[in-house]
């Protein structure tokens, strides 16, 4: 049985095998709050040697997630946006510096802080009915995670470019600007990732991880950035109300 490790049924902890999986869950949209973000640290912080890959997935049929909690009444406290930025940037830092690899399975939308952990991890797997966008740009959220800094230099420029745009792609365009490693089976999708994953070699996709660590030293900066950025810009309000029409 899944542990729900918030005890508020934000996010769950299960095992497939050897593959321990992590469950995004506030149905829905799988909002990220400090609640879940703290059981998210706490999670990958605790691995046991009986693991040999995790997979982060969203509960439900809607949403990986959407991102940070629309209803937050703190995000123009500066304190608690760094708090929330550190959060995040540790989450990220820790799924690209663990010696075990980390797969993002995708069902339904992917968006702002939300996808920001998705593009953590050292592979994204989708269904076809998946969505991917950081909106949040357009209702200036920055990001909370440090991640969108290194996406040229992980992913590429196209899919760089594509989320700086604010614009919402299906999986067929994911896949095409190399976001995902592959599109799986949509009825039974959570087994199908594992079952995509289980097919790797996960030794060697260990040890080139290793070798060659993702995670680029100077995305850190952006915790700077939000020493002196506007916060009166962040219109969370507007971007529940956008997120409510998809």
């Keep these: 049985m ?12 299960d095992h497939m095998g050897k593959t321990m999986v992590l469950t995004l869950s506030n149905t829905p949209k799988n909002i990220l709050d400090v609640e879940s973000l703290q059981a998210l640290i706490g999670a990958l912080s605790s691995v046991g040697d009986e693991v040999d890959s995790i997979v982060i997935a969203g509960a439900g049929n809607v949403a990986f997630s959407y ?39 995708v069902n339904g939308y992917a968006l702002g802080m939300g996808l920001e ?38 992913y ?4 760089y470019n594509r989320l700086m745009t604010g614009e919402i792609f299906d999986a067929e365009t994911a896949l095409g600007i190399g976001m995902l490693a592959g599109i799986i089976e949509g009825e039974n999708w959570l087994s199908s990732g594992v079952e995509y994953i ?26 700077l950035f939000l020493d002196f950025y506007d ?16």
């Design 231 to 246: 916060l009166e810009k962040i219109k969370l309000k507007e971007l529940e109300a956008f997120r409510d029409t998809l």
């Design 2 to 13: 899944p542990t729900d490790i918030t005890g508020k049924g934000k996010v769950f902890l």
């Design 198 to 223: 289980r097919k790797m070699n996960l030794g060697i996709l260990s040890y080139y991880k290793r070798e060659n660590m993702k995670f680029s030293q100077g995305t850190n900066m952006d915790r």
């Design 156 to 159: 590429g420029k196209g899919v």
């Design 117 to 154: 952990i998705a593009l953590s991890c050292d592979m994204i797997l989708a269904t076809a009915r998946s969505r991917f966008g950081i909106p949040d740009i357009n209702y200036g959220l920055p990001s909370m995670t440090g991640v969108i800094s290194t996406v040229q230099e992980n």
């Design 67 to 105: 991102g940070y909690d629309g209803s937050c009444k703190r995000i123009r406290e500066r304190d608690h946006v760094r708090n929330v930025y550190d959060m995040g940037f540790t989450i990220s830092r820790m799924i690209s510096s663990m010696d075990l690899p980390v797969f993002s399975v």
